[in-house]
């Protein structure tokens, strides 16, 4: 049987795979584990009941998701607020600080607008670990006593209040004042329309918010970190400083210099890690990234006497790591930043305040500030109908890779990497010139196209 949870949550369409009839069985599974998980928690702190908060993005099947989900953790015993349309890091902020046993979040992020999603933080605003959600999954099908009369949770709404309480968090964890700056906002019509423009605006920018519209349907449509043409335009047509594209869910962010030019994932921890190294709160000197971040990232940091820890793809194992290391700045490319002083999951609207700190402390530009990571030019090629589970044990290819590897040398990178869900191999290259990435690339492509061809 296949898993019901991906690699963040449980996602698909809306109102195909994901269901209100699930949504509503998910919130009573999800209730009856985590509540059991500390038990004598909600006594000891003064509530009858386990309590949890449900956040939405701006899709219309999170309208009903959010009732269904809503309604199932309540005829399971938790008092539930539901705060509405709000970022997924300002769910997990209000499930660390709010005295809160699970926090819940009602997305599909970056993915087209039908489709949708549901995740849960546990006690303390970090995402579930595989073991807790498997536990979810067996308790669907359980058949467990529901509470009656007075054990069953109450449901209310708490908008405005949670959306005060994390843009102040937001402010607070930055402590720069960023006036003088001039920001366009890039919302995606997603979770941050109305909280994004807010906090950089309270923080003292000047802010242009746009695609901050969203009308049920056009999240992410032709908009933010998924397309930030129209932002990069945007930004030189009105003369600013910065311009920054959150996805819909508002985890990531990406950003874009005074000249229009993008500033990857790379370039902004490439950044942030040197800032922090400078004021002392980069543990270890150490910064996180995934096997996919550009070559050019390691070396500058290398460069800077900061040292790179290298995980698989995805912000959870990113988070692992840093956790077990005790560091604290990590992410993806894509735009997950994660700064653990702060935030326990990847937060676009923080990245972005914490970029224009840098910003403004240092009195420089984003461009100058982004241009000590030189990326290398890459290929990347899908490689379909292989045996995806002998790419590390064949060894023609395994001699190729190593082939290529000598090849390049110090300037470039090779890395093969078999699809969690298809048949098909990624061969990823970086080199010194795209001619010789592309080069290099087509051949180890060829090579396991021919031996292990399915």
């Not at 269901?19 to 998980?37: E, K, N, S």
């Not at 001039?182 to 995606?188: C, G, K, S």
């Not at 906090?199 to 999240?219: F, K, W």
């Not at 093969?416 to 298809?422: D, F, M, Q, V, Y």
Request: glycine share 10%; aromatic share 2%; with cysteine.
């Amino acid at each position: 049987m296949t898993r019901l949870f991906g690699t963040d949550g449980v996602r698909g369409l809306a109102n195909d795979l994901l269901t209100p009839d699930l949504a509503l069985h998910l919130g009573q599974a999800a209730a009856r584990v985590l509540a059991t998980t500390d038990s004598t928690h909600a006594r000891h702190s003064g509530h009858l009941r386990p309590r949890a908060v449900v956040g939405r993005d701006t899709r219309a099947s999170g309208e009903f998701l959010d009732h269904a989900i809503s309604a199932g953790l309540a005829a399971a015993g938790m008092d539930v607020t539901r705060v509405g349309v709000l970022p997924t890091p300002a769910i997990a902020h209000l499930t660390a600080s709010q005295d809160v046993d699970l926090g819940v979040v009602i997305s599909a992020s970056h993915n087209p607008f039908p489709d949708n999603g549901i995740k849960f933080f546990a006690r303390g605003g970090y995402k579930l670990e595989d073991a807790v959600e498997d536990q979810i999954e067996a308790a669907l099908s359980a058949e467990l006593p529901h509470p009656t009369g007075a054990a069953v949770g109450r449901v209310i709404k708490g908008e405005t209040v949670a959306d005060q309480a994390y843009i102040s968090h937001l402010v607070d964890s930055v402590g720069t004042d960023i006036s003088g700056l001039r920001i366009v906002v890039d919302a995606a019509n997603g979770a941050a329309s109305v909280v994004g423009p807010a906090a950089l605006r309270a923080a003292g920018a000047e802010v242009i918010a746009m695609n901050a519209s969203p009308d049920g349907l056009n999240i992410n449509a032709d908009c933010g970190s998924t397309h930030p043409e129209q932002l990069q335009n945007y930004v030189t047509a009105v003369g600013a400083d910065m311009g920054v594209a959150y996805d819909g869910d508002a985890d990531r962010c990406l950003a874009v210099d005074a000249q229009g030019n993008l500033v990857d994932g790379d370039q902004i921890m490439g950044l942030l890690a040197v800032g922090m190294k400078e004021d002392g709160t980069l543990a270890s000197d150490t910064l996180v990234v995934t096997v996919m971040s550009n070559l050019g990232l390691l070396l500058a940091m290398r460069e800077r006497g900061i040292r790179v820890v290298q995980t698989g793809v995805g912000d959870r194992y990113v988070l692992e790591k840093m956790l077990s290391g005790g560091y604290t700045l990590g992410g993806e490319q894509s735009g997950h930043v994660i700064d653990t002083i702060h935030a326990t999951t990847g937060d676009g609207i923080l990245t972005s305040m914490r970029v224009a700190a840098r910003m403004k402390r240092s009195g420089r530009s984003l461009a100058d500030l982004a241009s000590i990571v030189t990326r290398l030019p890459q290929t990347l090629i899908n490689v379909r109908g292989v045996d995806k589970t002998a790419v590390t044990t064949n060894d023609a290819v395994q001699q190729a890779v190593a082939e290529a590897e000598h090849h390049l040398g110090e300037s470039g990178r090779v890395l093969l990497r078999s699809s969690g869900t298809e048949p098909l191999v990624r061969v990823m290259v970086e080199a010194a010139t795209q001619d010789e990435a592309d080069t290099v690339a087509q051949g180890l492509a060829d090579v396991v196209r021919s031996n292990l061809a399915l």
